[in-house]
């Protein structure tokens, strides 16, 4: 495939991509994952890291991302720390592509690491209820309504609308744990059966355990470099053909549906953009903090009709061999969760379109070509924002 229409004035390539050691890691720190993932990513680049002029990342640091920055040795003249949860990912590397095109970086590390897991078995870090209480929140933070209480909520409102069954939420979870199987870095690859998933212990109605992420240590990179350093990659690289963001809501009072999230416009413009549809996508690495949140954005990018969510994940659809294979590493519901795991979900889709997922869980087309097209999106809050990125094979 060559690039699709030039994304502004320059072309955009993702370089390198790679994780940091994931799942349980008790030992290190988050600016050591994140120094991790970034050598590894540049290594599978081929570049030297002085081409890097552009930095983003979130999350971690007093003034992120000056503070990782630092910490990486790196001076760049272009920053972003963006930070709308899980799509945090996809909206940066929104924002990278469009510098690079302009001219403003050449070369856009985004790089991630999070040590949920092991500070919580530490006791370094507790849970808690709420992201905050000031502003908007303030009216919902004293009846205790959690953050998996607002998706719960809305999944029963898809359910009590479209006949959306529990079934049908939980064969998400079966399907991501079997693309999981076949992927080592996964941190629960056992199977799972439908039974399962709906007799284990509640978490918040409709949610039982396993229809929630895992909780991970982890982090990853990816590397976003301009058209004139595609000749001194190591490996071909696959294009960003387009991309779009949107914003919803922060109160549940002011989401206008709870059965549409804001991927329905990010996804529109980032098919749009890249003068594609979801017809001709390949593979989709989707968030799923929930199972809900796969079904329910499956169709706001337009895979399938708006209700028909249940139905279409049924059959082994989401499967590495399935009809449209979604989450092909195992996804958040079984092969890591860190936190804003939105940039995983390119680290995979770059993986994918290279292939480079390994013999068992390699996504091929009818015949056995690789795929061409792949989409990733990603959710931050309580569906609160959306950003989606569509990538392909060079």
Not at 162 to 173: C, F, P
Not at 320 to 326: A, F, I, K, N, Q
């Amino acid at each position: 495939m060559t690039p699709g229409p030039r994304y502004g004035n320059r072309k955009v390539a993702v370089a390198g991509v790679a994780l940091s050691d994931c799942g349980r890691v008790d030992e290190a720190t988050p600016y050591a994952l994140h120094a991790q993932a970034a050598r590894r990513a540049l290594a599978d680049s081929g570049l030297d890291r002085s081409v890097i002029d552009g930095f983003a990342s979130a999350g971690l640091g007093t003034l992120a991302p000056v503070e990782v920055a630092e910490y990486l040795g790196l001076r760049p003249t272009w920053v972003d720390s963006t930070s709308v949860g899980g799509s945090t990912w996809e909206v940066l590397a929104a924002h990278a592509a469009d510098a690079i095109a302009a001219g403003h970086a050449n070369a856009v590390l985004l790089v991630y690491g999070s040590t949920a897991r092991a500070d919580i078995k530490a006791g370094r870090r507790t849970s808690n209820l709420s992201f905050g209480a000031r502003g908007p929140l303030q009216f919902e933070v004293p009846y205790g309504h959690s953050l998996i209480a607002k998706y719960a909520m809305a999944a029963r409102r898809h359910m009590h609308q479209y006949g959306t069954t529990l079934e049908q939420l939980a064969q998400v979870a079966v399907q991501a744990r079997a693309n999981a199987a076949a992927n080592p870095d996964a941190m629960y690859r056992d199977p799972i059966t439908v039974d399962e998933v709906l007799s284990g212990p509640v978490i918040a109605d409709p949610f039982t355990k396993l229809h929630c992420c895992i909780r991970s240590d982890g982090g990853c990179a990816v590397l976003l470099v301009a058209e004139d350093y595609v000749q001194d990659l190591a490996k071909p690289p696959v294009w960003v053909l387009g991309s779009g963001t949107s914003v919803s809501h922060t109160t549940m009072s002011e989401w206008d549906d709870f059965t549409v999230s804001p991927a329905a416009v990010s996804g529109r413009l980032a098919f749009e953009r890249a003068g594609v549809r979801p017809s001709e996508i390949d593979l989709a690495e989707i968030y799923d903090a929930f199972t809900y949140m796969t079904l329910v954005t499956l169709e706001d990018l337009g895979f399938c009709a708006k209700g028909e969510g249940g139905a279409f994940v049924e059959k082994g659809r989401l499967l590495r061999d399935g009809e449209l294979p979604v989450n092909t590493d195992g996804g958040g519901l079984a092969a890591c969760h860190p936190g804003m795991r939105g940039l995983f979900l390119l680290v995979e889709a770059v993986r994918q379109l290279r292939g480079e997922a390994g013999p068992d869980r390699q996504v091929r087309k009818p015949g056995g070509a690789l795929p061409q097209l792949a989409v990733a999106s990603g959710t931050g809050g309580w569906f609160c924002s959306s950003g989606t990125v569509v990538l392909g094979r060079g």
